[in-house]
């Protein structure tokens, strides 16, 4: 089978990667892809141009294709191609909702009593401003529609929220993604990522994992689209994972089912484990970045055969075959980010025993530089958490480039939860 990934990042790396291993695919291209994925021909194209990708994937027979990111599944690519016949996996623009509205996610999980931070939503300043002066602080503060990762503010009292507020409506700082705003009650508790596949009807989660958000070590520092993971995640206990399945998982599948959405895809539960109970940060329409590089670490096969699952129908917890163990997954960025910072540098090295995935990186003459600001991640598995993070940063002694930044603390916190430091 001809298989196109949708994407260029380090999740879409770990996607190629892992199905190029996967006896089904017969030929496999990425779009736009990256110069790092040597596992699959990269087609020229941009991914929110449905009707260029639909006729690139025409041309080269495409016969199943994977969505992966945020902006091109918000943007109908899904409909397009399966409007010209194309089978995917991920979601229609309808379902994809549930990730690119936080209104409509609020409003699901209101209406199907899914357990999530106190909330109201506003498209005008007064009634915010008026409703913010009335909780408790911190307080948060979201833009409703796609931010990568920046549409969240937390303020510590009234003045910082009526600040945020006036940045946000007159001064245009999540631009139209901010002409709507929730804002929520804060939470607190150790974070959870759980990705799990969907065929509108059954779930199958993947072992769950924790992301590390903030550019720099013990959570200083700006937020990132991520700056490590690990999985599985060691507060996520047999018990939590039933309750969440129990109150989370399938009242949400079942949700979209009944507005008549059903969810086709990966499914991507942000999950805060509070004193009171799990409860949902947000969901995601889609692969987690860098969540899928440890958590497709953790799958030894099965993964074609689960999407089309997802696609066709009949998914099965059967239908993936997992590895014991842990996974420990260490991005390597642009010293800055993400913030400024300088590209163009050459990148060197070959760390053997660990997945390495490419993301911001280009093709000079003389080899791969960087192009961007998450440059590539390293990802190890061994039977212990603490072994998978220490094969995880030898291996990033053995790559180089000018400037490289990554945290040396991916890891210790859920060490700790284990009792290991
Ligand atoms: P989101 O884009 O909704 O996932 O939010 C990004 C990050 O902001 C989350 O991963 C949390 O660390 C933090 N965050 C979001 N909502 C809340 C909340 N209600 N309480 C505390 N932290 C939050
Ligand atoms: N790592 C979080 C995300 O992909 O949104």
Redesign the pocket.
């Known amino acids: 089978m001809k298989v196109l990934v949708i994407g260029s990042g380090g999740r879409e790396h770990a996607l190629v990667q892992a199905l190029a291993k996967e006896p089904g695919v017969t030929a496999l291209y990425a779009l736009p892809g990256n110069a790092g994925m040597k596992e699959a021909l990269c087609l020229p194209g941009d991914p929110m141009d449905s009707p260029g990708v639909v006729a690139t994937a025409r041309a080269q027979g495409i016969q199943f294709c994977v969505v992966a990111p945020d902006d091109p599944l918000a943007n109908g690519l899904v409909d397009a191609l399966e409007e010209a016949g194309i089978p995917c996996f991920g979601p229609t623009r309808a379902a994809a909702r549930i990730e690119s509205s936080k209104v409509f996610s609020k409003k699901l999980m209101a209406d199907f009593h899914i357990p999530t931070?106190r909330w109201a939503a506003f498209d005008s300043p007064d009634p915010a401003r008026e409703y913010a002066l009335g909780q408790p602080y911190p307080l948060?503060i979201?833009a409703d529609g796609l931010a990568k990762?920046k549409?969240?503010l937390?303020v510590q009292n009234a003045e910082q929220a009526q600040e945020a507020l006036h940045s946000i409506f007159d001064g245009g700082l999540f631009g139209a993604s901010g002409s709507r705003v929730v804002i929520?009650?804060?939470?607190?508790g150790p974070?959870v990522s759980v990705l799990a596949l969907c065929d509108g009807q059954n779930l199958v989660p993947l072992p769950s994992a924790m992301d590390h958000?903030r550019a720099l070590d013990d959570d200083q520092g700006l937020?990132t689209g991520g700056m490590g993971v690990i999985a599985p995640n060691p507060f996520y206990t047999p018990e939590i994972a039933e309750r969440c399945m129990q109150q989370i998982f399938l009242p949400t599948v079942r949700a979209m089912q009944a507005l008549g959405h059903p969810f086709r895809g990966c499914l991507f539960f942000?999950l805060?484990l509070t004193k009171d109970g799990p409860r949902v940060?947000?969901y995601n329409a889609r692969f987690g970045d860098p969540e899928t590089q440890a958590v497709l670490a953790l799958v030894e096969g099965g993964l074609l055969t689960a999407m089309q699952h997802c696609r066709f129908g009949g998914l099965s917890a059967g239908d993936l075959r997992l590895k014991q163990g842990s996974a420990c997954c260490v991005v390597m960025a642009s010293g800055g980010y993400p913030g400024r910072f300088n590209t163009g540098y050459p990148i060197t090295g070959r760390p053997e025993g660990v997945l390495l995935h490419y993301a911001g990186v280009k093709q000079q003459q003389d080899g791969l530089v960087t192009a961007g600001g998450r440059v590539l991640s390293l990802t190890a598995t061994a039977p212990t958490l603490k072994q998978a993070i220490d094969r995880a940063y030898q291996a990033t002694e053995q790559m180089h480039f000018e400037g490289a930044h990554y945290r040396r603390d991916i890891g210790r916190h859920a060490l700790r939860a284990e009792g290991v430091t």
Do not use: F, R, S
Request: no cysteine; glycine share 16%; net charge negative.
């Open positions: 931070a948060v979201k990762g549409g969240v937390i929520e009650e804060y939470l607190e974070e958000k937020n942000g805060m940060l947000e």
